[in-house]
């Protein structure tokens, strides 16, 4: 695809032609006559150069494009966690975790360490869920099926429930009809 600088004319099938007003990280920013100022992906192979601007290639970015470009991949990907906040009462406790015997020491772990862990698991089953969902090659049938995989795996989570400071962030499982 030929580079696109900023006071490039440019055409789009919906919007029709515009001039290129500044090129960021992940789009360009475009002044079309019949549709304003409109934001275009870059991966947007719809938008075909009329003319070249005058100015060499360069990309404008600042620290919020950047940010936002960032966060986009890492959320794509499900490596973005959650910030959630855990119930206050259980905020500075720990965990512990002893053995029927007295022959082994009890294990003891910050709670906020294992809310942590909690969250992950939960951020991943919902990134699993998404790959599912979104699959090309899987029958809607066996989509059903993994998702009912997933809704138990939830339902299986829910006795840590109480460690979620809102019940909006609860793992919830199959419901019952009745």
Same mark, same amino acid.
Do not use: C
């Given at each position: 695809m030929e580079l @696109?600088?900023?006071? &490039?004319?440019?055409?789009?099938?919906? =919007?029709?032609?515009? @001039?290129?007003? %500044?090129?960021?990280l992940t789009a360009y920013e475009v002044f079309f006559a019949h549709g304003g100022k409109v934001d275009i992906l870059k991966s947007n192979r719809e938008l075909s150069v009329v003319q070249a601007g005058e100015e060499k290639p360069s990309v404008n970015v600042d620290v919020d494009d950047l940010s936002k470009a960032i966060a986009t991949v890492l959320d794509q990907y499900g490596l973005l966690p959650s910030r959630l906040p855990m119930a206050p009462r259980w905020v500075g406790g720990s965990l512990i975790i *002893?053995?029927?015997?007295?022959?082994?020491?009890?294990? !003891?772990?910050? @709670?906020?360490?294992?809310?942590? *862990?909690?969250?992950? #698991? %939960?951020? %991943? #089953?919902?990134? #699993?869920?998404?790959?599912?969902? &979104?699959? !090309? +090659?899987?029958?809607?049938? !066996? *989509?059903?099926?993994?998702?009912? =995989? @997933?809704?138990?795996? =939830?339902? &299986?989570?829910?006795?840590?429930?109480? #460690?979620?400071?809102? +019940? *909006?962030? =609860?793992?919830?499982?199959?419901? +019952?009809?009745?």
């Amino acid at each position: 695809m030929e580079l @696109i600088t900023a006071g &490039s004319r440019v055409e789009h099938p919906r =919007y029709g032609e515009g @001039i290129v007003s %500044r090129v960021g990280l992940t789009a360009y920013e475009v002044f079309f006559a019949h549709g304003g100022k409109v934001d275009i992906l870059k991966s947007n192979r719809e938008l075909s150069v009329v003319q070249a601007g005058e100015e060499k290639p360069s990309v404008n970015v600042d620290v919020d494009d950047l940010s936002k470009a960032i966060a986009t991949v890492l959320d794509q990907y499900g490596l973005l966690p959650s910030r959630l906040p855990m119930a206050p009462r259980w905020v500075g406790g720990s965990l512990i975790i *002893k053995a029927a015997g007295d022959d082994l020491q009890p294990k !003891e772990i910050p @709670i906020d360490t294992f809310f942590h *862990k909690i969250v992950m #698991l %939960r951020d %991943r #089953l919902r990134v #699993l869920e998404q790959n599912i969902n &979104s699959h !090309e +090659k899987l029958t809607d049938e !066996e *989509k059903v099926q993994m998702q009912q =995989y @997933i809704t138990r795996a =939830y339902g &299986s989570l829910t006795t840590f429930n109480v #460690l979620f400071a809102d +019940k *909006k962030d =609860y793992f919830v499982g199959a419901k +019952k009809e009745g």
